[in-house]
Nanobody
Framework: QVHLVESGGGLVQSGESLRLSCAAS????????AAWFRQAPGKERELVAG????????????NYAEFTKGRFTISRDDAKNTVYLQMNDLKPDDTAVYYC??????????????????WGPGTQVSVSS
């Protein structure tokens, strides 16, 4: 069973940065694609960024939602079973609960939450103006 736990959320001011972490356990993580989603109050959960599985390589392709516009970077460290989301130049519209998702041999492009097998409980990110 895959267990995901996010950390790193908090309250920041507009223009500041945060780095979210997602620690996975119970798996050989290099066979799992991973993604960050977010959900703001009253809105649907949406894909922020996805990263492919690496297998026996150290390389993974990435995919970003248009609204990240170069501000966010997703990365992974399979030795630590951890996926990161570096968020720079945060804006009030980025306020949401951020969720980590994973799926074995999944696609970094998958936008539908129901197609991801495992989820963390989420971490709140709040950006004040």
């Amino acid at each position: 069973q895959v267990h995901l736990v996010e950390s790193g959320g908090g309250l920041v001011q507009s223009g500041e940065s945060l780095r979210l972490s997602c620690a996975a356990s119970g798996v050989t993580f290099n066979t799992y694609a991973a993604a960050w989603f977010r959900q703001a109050p009253g809105k649907e959960r949406e894909l922020v960024a996805g990263i492919g599985w690496t297998g026996n390589t150290n390389y993974a392709d990435t995919n970003y939602a248009e609204f990240t516009k170069g501000r966010f970077t997703i990365s992974r460290d399979d030795a630590k079973n951890t996926v990161y989301l570096q968020m720079n130049d945060l804006k009030p519209d980025d306020t949401a609960v951020y969720y980590c998702a994973a799926g074995q041999y999944g696609s970094r492009y998958e936008t539908l939450p129901e197609h991801w097998s495992y989820w963390g409980p989420g971490t709140q990110v709040s950006v004040s103006s």
